[in-house]
């Protein structure tokens, strides 16, 4: 039996499942991971790793699935690329190389029968253990300069329990979001106290119109509770359900708490919102911004089809 992090509980271990088959992007899924998709010139997955480094969670496993040995590869030495890179003096680019290699210590199991995201969770029990854990979705990418995990994981080592991320959306959108019952908690107007959680409902069932997005911070009570969830939504072992047991009977491994994020979020499953984020990060880069936003520039009151 997992013991229930108490707060204070030290939180070293992220979890990202990543054997999704990214059918929103066919067919450039169709042999290339999604999370392998570059964001200008580095893998989604690679943001969400540096995320989780920067918090402080240095030990990582990987949820994976059939075809998706890039993933491993990427974070794995390549000896003939670097030498090739050292021969030719390309000391930055070797640098890069390396860097992807050397971001933590990462494990990977695969996820043999795809059960949903609560099932994917499931499988990293082992791994994990009797500590509180991280959770990144490889399709949630956040801004840097916007440290929500690092805020979740300070609300977990005060209170205990598990907390959700969580963004106000439109009520129209909530059918594609788990969303919560929530009230105030304290002083701190970016917490709450979350009462109840519910898989993509309608917008007339909703508690809130605040939307749980793709980061957790879990007490490893939750596995118990994951083994004994029923199917939910969509046939598959929903990890909603799972927190909304705990958020129910706290005594089963809660409470829950969510941290509201009013930062800069990119939906990298997403065709459009994929687009905005490299639009957006590399108008920023300091290397590639200046002239491609004069480009950008150009082309909007230029070449931009009339009427568009």
């Known amino acids: 039996m997992s013991a229930s992090s108490a707060p204070g509980s030290r939180i070293t271990k992220a979890v990202i499942p990543a054997a999704g088959l990214g059918t929103r992007f066919l067919p450039a899924t169709k042999a290339t991971p999604k999370e392998m998709l570059p964001v200008v010139d580095k893998p989604a997955i690679q943001y969400v790793i540096e995320e989780a480094v920067t918090a402080g969670l240095s030990d990582i496993l990987m949820i994976t699935g059939r075809n998706k040995r890039p993933l491993e590869d990427h974070f794995d ?54 500590q509180p854990f991280a959770v990144l979705l490889g399709d949630d990418m956040m801004d840097p300069r916007d440290p929500l995990l690092t805020r979740m994981i300070e609300v977990q080592q005060r209170h205990g329990g598990s907390v959700v991320a969580l963004m106000e959306v439109d009520r129209s959108q909530l059918h594609l979001y788990g ?14 106290a979350v009462s109840g959680l519910v898989e993509k409902p309608r917008p007339a069932d909703a508690p809130s119109n605040l939307a749980i997005i793709g980061r957790y911070v879990l007490d490893p009570r939750i596995f118990e509770v994951l083994r004994k969830t029923d199917p939910g939504r969509g046939g598959e072992i929903q990890l909603t359900d799972a927190l909304q047991a705990l958020a129910a009977d706290p005594s089963l491994g809660g409470p829950v708490h ?16 994929y687009l905005r ?20 520039r150009s082309y909007v009151q230029q070449e931009m089809p009339q009427g568009v």
């Open 179 to 192: 969303c919560v019952a929530a009230a105030p908690n304290g002083d701190d107007d970016d917490v709450v």
């Open 277 to 296: 984020a490299i639009v957006r990060l590399a108008c920023e880069r300091e290397d590639l911004g200046p002239d491609f936003r004069t480009w950008l």
């Open 258 to 273: 969510g941290v509201v994020f009013r930062g800069r979020r990119y939906d990298t499953g997403d065709r459009a919102d």
């Open 77 to 130: 030495r390549n000896y003939e690329l670097e030498e090739a890179l050292r021969r030719k003096g390309d000391d930055a680019r070797l640098d890069q190389v390396q860097a992807s290699s050397e971001l933590a210590n990462i494990h990977y199991v695969r996820q043999g029968d795809p059960r949903g995201l609560g099932h994917a969770v499931l499988c990293a029990e082992e791994h994990v253990g009797e």
